[in-house]
């Protein structure tokens, strides 16, 4: 089975800093899918980044880039210029491309803290 | 564009009972998925549903049950409330087609259940 793991329950990072939260996973499948999701307190979750197994490239969206790294089955996201807005639960998640299972499975979460 | 929409929003129960959570999906989504969210952990998978049948279950018992309605919109229904399911229930849809799956969900906001 699957598993992702978020070693950093918190993290804090001072306004237009950069802070990296780090995210491992277990799996046995070749193809997959890799995401960041934020959760803000309001409380809907909302997808930062997305991430193909099959592509090598690193993904990016504006500020949050993401360092992936295939055979350390290691997915951390970076995040420049921090901003106020940012502060949110963070959570790592892993997926199977297959049709018939489409659920995401998560980390705990990483609380981030922005300073101003 | 209509996003995923939750009722209700805030709910308490006493062990025992049954509740029944409600969804509607984002327009043009065919699939939703059921997530459970206790406090301080990340989202665990229940079930999902796809063309009004279940299409991939978590680690749920069956006392946790689910509808999808031909627009789309989704129950979950929990029946003999125990103390552990207080949490926050998200429901996120998604098109998916039974050949590709790109893992991306919409979520809402959630319910909360208390049980008491």
């Known amino acids: 089975a699957q598993t992702v793991t978020q070693s950093q329950p918190e993290m804090s990072v001072q306004e237009a800093e950069t802070v990296t939260l780090s995210c491992t996973y277990d799996?046995?499948?070749?193809?997959?899918?890799l995401f960041w999701y934020k959760q803000p307190p309001s409380r809907q979750m909302i997808l930062v980044i997305r991430?193909?197994?099959?592509?090598?490239q690193n993904a990016t969206e504006n500020r949050f880039s993401v360092n992936f790294q295939k055979a350390a089955k290691s997915f951390s996201l970076k995040i420049s210029d921090s901003q106020l807005g940012d502060a949110a639960m963070y959570f790592c998640?892993?997926?199977?491309?297959?049709?018939?299972?489409?659920?995401?499975?998560f980390g705990k979460g990483t609380k981030l803290s922005v300073k101003p | 564009e209509t996003g995923v929409t939750q009722s209700p929003t805030h709910l308490i129960k006493t062990r025992g009972q049954q509740v029944t959570l409600r969804c509607s999906s984002q327009?043009?989504?065919?699939?939703v998925s059921w997530y459970q969210q206790a406090l301080g952990q990340g989202p665990q998978f229940i079930f999902q549903?796809?063309?009004?049948?279940?299409?991939g279950r978590g680690n749920f018992p069956p006392r946790f049950s689910g509808l999808q309605f031909p627009n789309y919109s989704s129950e979950l229904n929990v029946n003999a409330l125990e103390l552990d399911d207080s949490a926050l229930y998200l429901c996120?849809?998604?098109?998916?087609?039974?050949?590709?799956?790109?893992?991306?969900?919409?979520f809402g906001e959630g319910s909360r259940l208390t049980v008491l």
């Open positions: 799996t046995s499948e070749s193809d997959y899918y």
């Open positions: 996120a849809s998604s098109f998916l087609t039974r050949t590709v799956n790109t893992g991306e969900l919409f």
């Open positions: 998640a892993y997926s199977s491309p297959g049709g018939s299972q489409g659920n995401l499975i």
């Open positions: 549903y796809y063309r009004e049948e279940e299409n």
């Open positions: 991430q193909e197994a099959y592509k090598q």
């Open positions: 327009s043009g989504h065919n699939t």
